[in-house]
């Protein structure tokens, strides 16, 4: 991916690519494990970046490519 996660998909990622699922808890909140992460929209880039999948309509796991994503190193 060229351009660098923001901090709330990157919360969500290190948790997906450990294989957790992420659920949409009420309204537009998104939850991992009973915790907050981020929006649906967070989601909806993610999804459109090709690192998570949408599970039927309100969950997601990740991708292949979600699955081997890392956090690069902070400059």
């Known amino acids: 991916m ?4 923001s901090k709330p998909q990157r919360a ?3 948790w997906l690519s450990r294989g957790w699922k992420a ?3 009420y309204g537009n909140r998104v939850e ?3 915790k907050p992460v981020c929006t649906a929209e967070t989601m909806a ?3 459109k970046a090709g690192l998570v999948q949408r ?5 997601w796991s990740a ?3 979600g699955r081997e994503w890392r956090d690069p190193p902070a400059e």
């Open 2 to 5: 060229a351009k660098k996660l």
């Open 23 to 25: 659920y949409v808890a």
């Open 63 to 65: 991708t292949e490519a």
């Open 32 to 34: 991992v494990n009973g």
């Open 45 to 47: 880039v993610l999804e």
């Open 55 to 59: 599970e039927g309509v309100a969950a």
């Open 12 to 14: 969500v990622m290190i």
